[in-house]
């Protein structure tokens, strides 16, 4: 492959740039939503246990009494102890999730209930 020229490393990194910019922004306006009553229901950890005993338990640990799963995937109380966990981002990431995952279709409403049921499992 030959070596890029230093104007085509400067547009990709200027690329990368801006990719990191827009989502950084994206899960800083996720996070500062604030629900106006009638329009955007605050999110719901105990509907988003809901929907993880529905889609996820198969794979993941959900909860602390679910016994085992049937995947590798790392289990939820995992996930939410994680020093770099955001729930602004998990959620984005919940609405097109990686190719191992089904197609759950989540509505936006949804995946904010998920991850934020994922982040009441953090210790306090």
């Not at 200027?14 to 629900?35: C, D, N, R, W």
């Not at 994680?82 to 602004?88: C, I, L, P, Q, W």
Request: charged share 15%.
């Amino acid at each position: 492959m030959p070596p890029r020229s230093p104007a085509c490393a400067f547009a990709l990194r200027a690329v990368f740039a801006a990719v990191v910019v827009v989502g950084l922004a994206a899960s800083a306006a996720l996070a500062q939503i604030e629900p106006r009553p009638g329009l955007t229901p605050a999110p719901d950890p105990a509907r988003g246990a809901e929907i993880a005993r529905r889609w996820c338990a198969t794979c993941h640990v959900t909860a602390a009494d679910q016994t085992q799963a049937t995947g590798e995937a790392t289990p939820f109380m995992a996930i939410a102890r994680r020093n770099s966990f955001d729930a602004g981002l998990l959620a984005l990431f919940l609405l097109d999730p990686h190719p191992r995952m089904p197609d759950m279709s989540l509505t936006r409403a949804e995946a904010a209930d998920l991850a934020a049921y994922i982040k009441s499992l953090a210790p306090h």
